[in-house]
């Protein structure tokens, strides 16, 4: 895409590699540089670097902050915080563990500024698989456990351990971000991720536990793999962003050197002075303080890594050394950026990589398919009987397609053609009255799960299992039915009547050549529920996949 201007929110802008492409995109002229960062000092703090070191020329610098993860309306919070008090726990878990609804994206701190500033471009920046992985769900469970052998476990411990689990919050993130930026209209979602281990295995040796590696750190590396086939899925979403993941595997420095304070957390490490030697028996038995706090902060030379904090010359000498992680420039990261929006394949896309080199559908798969098909279709006639849907796939709403075009095709005689000119009211009462009279048709229905709902509306037919059964405190009938009743009212017959009218409208005949697809039967002029029942989720449902 064209970078110039365009609208560019950078999430994690005010880090190492954030500012690193802040600064390439500038020299591409973007109408709009949001630069949005957890505090609003690291916000303006990444404005003025860019102010000061860059011609913005006419883009406007924008400032935002907050925490992405958290609903917006705790944006500002600590997370440690948020858990800490009993509301904004129970608003986050029932943002994290609630049913969908259609204002999720408008209530998430990232829904927010999509919405806002409707973005033709978003760069995520942010360590996502750290923020997640190191909230320690380890040392969460340790402390369920030693509830659950004292005897009883507190209702706020199983609420922080739920807030904990890395998953649901990966998914709803996924899910938010992927639905907020088809809301705002963005064309390229570009993620800068990460491999978890700078690009080492599973003996790397920067690890922060006796283990090799921690726990903490494979997690990591999981959510970010997790996090990688999530969004190879938000790229075959049809509407929404173009998507794209760089992986830097190495240690990405650095941003300046430096001599002075040591911070640790933006707070300067105290030099500590030991007092006097204490036996090794007692040494850490507490009580005893055998040293005393300098007042004084502890002061060298050091290299600033950005969010990975300042390391000393030999730290800095060992973790980059030939054969360790090593390192990757941010800037180079940068360029490498700015050529996949540009539409210049950098070879670094993880996510044409994974495109490249998954298996698809096959030619072989093809022509077994329709193999398949025809023995099946010979078998049922030989056994006298229509084997429909099991509900086996699912949802409960295939079954209940599968059902309903087996009944239309009955009640019709099988003709596409002949169905389009339909009288709902008259098809009510035929399916119906194939429902009462063919006993095998009814049990094979209901059986699966699924009830009958007369052509009155008012009676319905069902089993001991209703897939989806009424919500307990009522409920909008409709769409109840549509997700897994077969419905005999007139209306849902209309419905069916434009939806065969579209299939004939707008399926391909072979002698038309290969411009349109020959789906849902209509080279055959014949009712297959099969068949029907895919060009409803490709179509009325947007279920197609993009990729094939």
């Known amino acids: 895409m064209e970078i110039q201007g365009a609208r560019v ?7 190492l590699v954030g500012l690193a492409i802040a600064r390439r995109l500038l020299e591409h002229g973007p109408a709009l540089l949001v630069i949005s960062a957890l505090t609003q000092e690291e916000a303006e703090a990444g404005i003025s670097e860019l102010q000061a070191e860059s011609a913005a020329g006419g883009t406007e610098l924008t400032p935002e902050w907050g925490d992405v993860f958290l609903p917006l309306a705790l944006k500002d919070h600590r997370r440690a915080d948020a858990l800490a008090d009993s509301g904004a726990r129970s608003l986050l878990l029932d943002d994290l563990y609630g049913d969908p609804d259609p204002d999720a994206v408008a209530r998430n701190t990232l829904g927010d500024l999509l919405l806002r500033h409707r973005p033709t471009l978003v760069i995520d920046c942010i360590n996502t698989a750290t923020v997640f992985a190191y909230q320690n769900v380890y040392a969460s469970a340790a402390d369920l456990r030693r509830q659950a052998a004292a005897g009883h476990v507190e209702p706020e411990a199983a609420e922080r351990h739920l807030a904990t689990l890395y998953l649901p919050q990966l998914i709803r993130h996924v899910q938010l971000a992927g639905e907020g930026m088809r809301q705002a209209g963005t064309r390229v979602y570009l993620k800068i991720g990460t491999a978890g281990t700078g690009g080492m295995g599973l003996n790397i040796p920067f690890t922060h536990s006796e283990e090799r590696p921690s726990r903490m750190l494979l997690a990591k590396s999981s959510l970010a793999g997790a996090h990688t086939l999530l969004l190879f899925l938000m790229a075959r979403t049809p509407g929404g962003p173009a998507v794209k993941e760089i992986k830097p595997t190495a240690a990405i420095s650095w941003k300046r050197i430096g001599a002075g304070p040591v911070l640790r957390g933006r707070k300067p490490i105290s ?18 303080q055998p040293w005393r706090d300098t007042g004084e902060a502890l002061t060298g030379v050091w290299l600033d890594a950005g969010e ?28 490498d950026a700015v050529r996949e929006i540009t539409g ?31 023995r099946m279709a010979t078998l049922e006639l030989e056994q006298g009987v229509e084997s429909v849907a099991y509900e086996m796939l699912g949802p409960p ?7 309903e075009a087996a009944l239309l095709s009955r009640a019709t005689g099988g003709s596409l053609q002949g169905t389009v000119g339909l009288d709902p009211a008259q098809t009510a009462c035929a399916t119906e009255a194939l429902i009462q009279d063919d006993a095998d048709l009814r049990s094979r ?12 509306g008012e009676r319905v037919l069902r089993g001991p299992e209703v897939k989806v059964p009424p919500h307990p405190g009522g409920g909008a009938i409709d769409a109840l039915v549509d997700a897994g009743w077969v419905d005999l009212r007139p209306g849902n017959w209309e419905r069916w009547r434009g939806r065969i009218a579209a299939v004939l409208g707008g399926s391909g005949q072979p002698d038309a050549g290969s411009r349109l697809d020959l789906d849902a039967g209509a080279e055959s002029g014949r009712i297959r529920p099969g068949a029907l029942a895919a060009w409803i989720f490709r179509h009325e449902d947007g279920g197609e996949r993009v990729k094939r």
């Open 271 to 288: 030099r500590i002075e030991p007092t006097h030697p204490v036996p090794l028996s007692t040494a850490f038995a507490g009580g005893e």
């Open 344 to 374: 210049a394949p950098s070879g670094h896309d993880v996510v044409a990589a994974l495109d490249a080199s998954t298996s698809g559908p096959t030619y072989r798969a093809g022509v077994m398919r329709q193999a398949a098909i025809n």
């Open 445 to 456: 229905i209901v059986s699966i799960g699924l009830p009958i709902l007369l052509a009155d």
């Open 9 to 15: 929110l950078l999430l994690g802008g005010s880090g």
């Open 308 to 335: 990975n904090g300042l390391f000393s010359p030999a730290e800095f000498e060992a973790l980059t050394a030939l054969g360790l992680m090593e390192f990757i420039t941010p800037e180079e990261i940068a360029d």
């Open 397 to 403: 709403r295939l079954s209940k397609l599968l059902w």
